[in-house]
């Protein structure tokens, strides 16, 4: 079969010729359809990731047929028993077992999902990671009811638009920032309330005062401006967090986060459970993941490159 | 009557006469026969405090004689209808409203609970603030279950402590942080199981490697100090915190809460129904408060002279 493979530490990936692989005891062979991209498909490209194993095919988002059905994958191994966090067994999909960037996969039997109806390949491959950990951040973590008020930062990637669709959907009002109007746009055109620019001096001030403040916030940034949350906050309120791509937090002040009774919760991928609960409500709900573009896997370098500019908005999905 | 009066703002309290309080609807009269000082008494002392009104008795914790029952108060009014926050009439008991530091005072019927039967005046009125306060932290916040391994930061004040016996209480494993090899030496005799001088170069290292890490950490100190908490964390952790005395936090590294599934919890007073709980928690586990030293009435400038220096292990109390 063919795959995109990372040779070596740090390099790009190599669309090549590998070995065909067979199917252990309750394992299936997937013949795979669509893949997308995550930041950490990126990251082990730029050898900003622990224990990488080469070679090995990338990828931990996966959609494609099984026995005449349409199936995506449950992106993660081994998640263990204790629904509040992973066990030491963990591993993402995609490195060191290998993933989805390829024509077929090998993949225990109890990852694999049926596909919601209403998804094509593409929008169903965009999918798994990127929906379990918004469906974890924001119901199992944050706890976000009808009704509330919530700020998904850094609006155009992949989680923060499924968790607006979620949100959207559970018949939240929600907000979003971003430092590129025309996201803000966007995400105002899939049911975003409003929205604020976060390169314009005093943007949270301004939020702050239009919206009265948030229940729940969803973040994936850190750095100092994660110190800006708590002012933002309603008593009572939720900060969820999945990443923190602008580095450590400074500048955070506790008066405010213990007198309105704050949480901040990390959060990270998700149980099967989860990604099971997660698909009923894709289902139920008709939510389509926003796919931003899609490109051949015999031309996965250019999609990294487009992922590398960050101006996407949605998944960079593969198609084989 | 005679009580200790704060007069203008920024200034010492005097013990000087006071009117006589009378009863309204639904209030009682109680003849308070000791009372406890808090943190929150010396930063209004020091004017360190929002939205200070004088003249105006102080103290927060009493007990004392309602028609021949003894009593004890729920430390502030108005909590409201939400049980995850206080409203926005909240307050603590002691400024606006005469507080404790007096010898009666008027309060709501309902802030009224009969004392346990084991604890003397001065025990009594050195559990309602620091126990209510270590009890929504420790588990309606932390949620801390029997087996579970703890760290209580900054052993010797009255949380801190009274969050030490409810934790050994529920079966946890509890071990203490202080600058004073002292108290932690105390703290083992109430049933630590060990503890670290965070004076010592890497102490937390140490720590680690002896317990393994942490299912619940309470602290109330905050500052560059609380960034060493991710690391000390196991997968699912809860950090509780109900101060921020050392200031912001800095240097907070998201990635381990992310992926070890962590919450941070601010935390702050309790409702009336979860004082309630803690009534009954100390009564059917017999716990008595750590009195650290009694002064009459009339001496309570030298009461919060010691509080100032720091040096108490457990809680100040007045006696009228």
């Known amino acids: 079969m063919k795959a995109l493979i990372i040779k070596q530490l740090n390099s790009l990936l190599e669309f090549s010729e590998a070995a065909d692989p067979t199917a252990g005891k309750n394992e299936a062979i997937v013949s795979l359809r669509a893949a997308a991209l995550n930041h950490r498909d990126l990251f082990i490209t730029q050898g900003l990731y622990a224990g990488i194993k080469t070679p090995c095919a990338l990828g931990s988002d996966g959609a494609g047929e099984w026995r005449g059905n349409r199936v995506l994958l449950y992106p993660a191994l081994e998640w263990g028993n204790n629904p509040n966090f992973q066990g030491k067994n963990f591993r993402v999909l995609g490195m060191p077992e290998n993933g989805c960037f390829a024509e077929q996969i090998c993949i225990p039997r ?55 669709q979620f949100a959207v959907a559970t018949g939240a009002d929600v907000f979003v920032s971003s430092g590129d109007a025309g996201k803000i746009e966007r995400a105002t055109v899939m049911g975003a309330k409003g929205g ?49 791509s602008l580095g450590k937090v400074n500048g955070l002040s506790l008066q405010p986060l213990f007198w309105k009774q704050i949480s901040l919760h ?21 939510i389509v993941p926003v796919v931003d573009s899609v490109f051949p896997l015999s031309e996965g370098a250019k999609a990294f490159k487009k992922m590398e500019q960050g101006k996407q908005f949605g998944k960079i999905v593969l198609s084989m």
């Open 110 to 164: 109890k990852n694999i999902f049926p596909v919601p109806d209403h998804l094509d390949w593409e929008q169903a491959a965009a999918l798994p990671l990127a929906g379990l950990t918004a469906w974890r951040t924001l119901f199992s973590r944050c706890k976000l009811k009808k009704g509330e008020k919530v700020l998904i930062t850094g609006i155009g990637g992949g989680v923060a638009l499924t968790a607006l």
């Open 196 to 244: 604020a620019n976060y390169r314009e001096e005093g943007w949270e001030k301004r939020l702050k005062q239009e919206t009265g403040g948030f229940d729940v916030i969803i973040d994936s940034a850190g750095g100092d401006g994660f110190a800006l949350f708590p002012a933002l906050c309603n008593p009572g309120a939720r900060v969820g967090f999945y990443g923190g």
């Open 266 to 286: 990390g959060s990270t991928m998700g149980s099967p459970r989860e990604f099971r609960a997660m698909l009923a409500f894709v289902q139920k709900h008709e």
